[in-house]
């Protein structure tokens, strides 16, 4: 049996893109659900989204498209989460 693969587009919300603050959420985030993670913007080049200096390395915009990816059990759920999170601009 393979091992479940997901993925998931968002919006990146925050006004200063995923950078500080919300870079910093994002990736505490992605490193809790225990799976790997990777996020990429538009269609470059995916990164793991456990490492700050890999997320913020991206240049990712406010209103950038971002591309979700993990693999392993509860997949599906923990990118709902963080998809969540990126279209959410928790510094409004």
Same mark, same amino acid.
């Given at each position: ?5 997901? +993925? ?11 950078? *500080?603050?919300? *870079? ?8 809790? +659900? ?25 240049? *990712? ?22 998809? +969540?999170?990126?279209? +959410?601009?928790?510094?409004?």
């Amino acid at each position: 049996m393979s091992t479940p693969t997901a +993925t998931r587009t968002a919006v990146v919300a925050s006004r200063v893109g995923l950078h *500080a603050r919300p *870079a910093s959420l994002f990736v505490q985030a992605a490193a809790a +659900t225990g799976l790997p993670v990777t996020i990429a913007v538009g269609d470059g080049d995916a990164v793991d989204a456990r490492s700050i200096l890999m997320v913020m390395g991206l240049g *990712a915009k406010h209103g950038d498209q971002v591309t979700l990816s993990a693999e392993g059990e509860g997949a599906e759920a923990a990118l709902e989460s963080l998809a +969540t999170l990126v279209e +959410t601009d928790h510094d409004a």
